[in-house]
């Protein structure tokens, strides 16, 4: 488990209802993203959910949320039109700022999506950096998929396409509202770092509209190629590959996290919020998770404390072997190091007061080592500092502090 969702509504550019996911890291965010999904897509889409993960992982929230007139959104599709789905996205920065006390620094488009995101990153000065994943260089694409190069539908018609396996209809205010964009002037106009991902077999937006956005564009921008992914990202290997480098591309551009790490030596603990027991470890500028295993209320999104305690001491024994050996200048090819904790009995009376804690160690040895090598690194793993500080008698001395 990487991260947790909150569902969250809030009104459209038409009034209406949308209906969105917040996906929150377990730790702290270090910045907050808008995920826009494709037109034949909605927010539980392979791409939504793939990059809102990755980013989670990445330490980056992420609002994905229905457009109008889809999954469970209110409004209607055509009636909203593309302008509506760029006022859609003002309205839900607007909302992540309201929820979680911060701007949004992220945008991410899938295909129409994608054209949504450049269209909307002017009127959002907060925002630092935009990805889009097969988007058309202008939403006007669209509308010769639907009806054709300038052709006017009659009142009251519609016209309608299948895009990968779904029968969409639009009508003419749908297509005067593509064809009045010109996104190829917002591309120029974004300065702010762009990413483009497209697959060069797009059969539903061509490579070409790929090269028309990133000569648009003005640095920093990137290209990379999604080679044989679909339209959709139906795959999930594509659609984890995509998410993933736009997760390490945004990283480049998104703030640091504004509180200071711990002293050195400190590690600093505290509860993140999502329930149960979980809790985010900091030490220095490195972060972990650490929680409960299900079985007593936890989540299971990391080793319990009983866990990082055997790790401290299978990490230090390994260390300390490796220490050793490399000032012996013996042939040592690796160490493994497999701890388990156990409450036991330390004698066999059963007596209840008689239990004690017990970690049991276990040491493998790679290389042509003799015996007596061997024996020895053994040996010198209980001379590992957290070894030998289990083994004395210490003390926890506790104060309470301000917060």
């Known amino acids: 488990m990487t991260s947790r969702e909150t569902r969250v509504r809030f009104e459209g550019a038409d009034g209406t209802t949308r209906v969105g996911d917040l996906v ?3 730790g702290r965010p270090r910045a907050w993203a808008i995920f826009a999904h494709c037109f034949a897509c909605s927010r539980r ?3 939504a959910r793939r990059v809102a993960d990755a980013l989670a992982l990445a330490e980056i929230g992420t609002l994905r949320f229905d457009f109008a007139g889809v999954g469970a959104s209110a409004g209607d599709l ?9 006022g859609d996205l003002g309205a839900a920065a607007r909302l992540v700022e309201a929820e979680v006390e911060a701007p949004v620094r992220l945008l991410v488009g899938h295909s129409l999506g994608g054209a949504a995101v450049l269209a909307a990153a002017r009127d959002l000065p907060d925002v630092a950096a935009v990805a889009t994943i097969a988007a058309p260089s202008s939403p006007a694409h669209l509308g010769l998929k639907f ?3 300038g052709e006017i539908l009659p009142q009251g018609a519609e016209a309608c396409l299948d895009v990968a396996g779904q029968r969409i209809c639009i009508d003419q205010r749908f297509l005067d509202d593509l064809r009045a964009h010109d996104l190829t002037g917002d ?5 702010r770092p762009l990413l483009v991902l497209h697959g060069p077999r797009d059969a539903i937006v061509g490579i070409d509209e790929a090269s028309a956005l990133f000569v648009a564009a003005k640095h920093p921008k990137s290209f990379v190629s999604l080679d044989d992914a679909d339209h959709l990202l139906t795959a999930k290997a594509d659609a984890a590959y995509a998410a993933g480098v736009i997760a390490a591309w945004a990283g480049r551009y998104l703030p640091a996290l504004d509180e200071a790490p711990p002293a050195e030596g400190a ?4 509860e993140t919020g999502a329930g149960g027991y979980v809790q985010e470890v900091q030490v220095g500028r490195h972060r972990l998770i650490a929680d409960e295993p299900e079985r007593v209320g936890g989540l299971d999104a990391g080793p319990s404390p009983y866990d990082l305690l055997a790790a401290a001491l299978g990490v230090c024994s390994s260390m300390t072997i490796r220490m050793y050996a490399e000032r012996k200048g013996w ?6 190091v497999a701890v388990r904790h156990a409450k036991v009995h330390r004698d066999d009376s059963g007596a209840r007061d008689a239990k004690i804690d017990r970690l049991t160690r276990e040491i ?3 290389g042509p080592l003799d015996a007596a090598q061997r024996s020895r690194l053994v040996e010198i793993a209980d001379r590992c500092p957290v070894h030998r500080t289990l083994e004395r008698a210490n003390e926890v001395v506790t104060k309470l502090v301000a917060t």
Do not use: M, N, T, Y
């Open 45 to 47: 889409s392979h791409a």
């Open 187 to 191: 591309v120029a106009a974004l300065k």
């Open 78 to 86: 055509a009636g909203s039109g593309f302008s509506g789905q760029v």
């Open 24 to 26: 929150r890291p377990l």
């Open 147 to 149: 009806a054709g190069e």
């Open 331 to 336: 042939p040592l090819e690796s160490v493994r």
């Open 364 to 366: 493998a040895l790679d």
């Open 267 to 270: 590690v600093d603990v505290r």
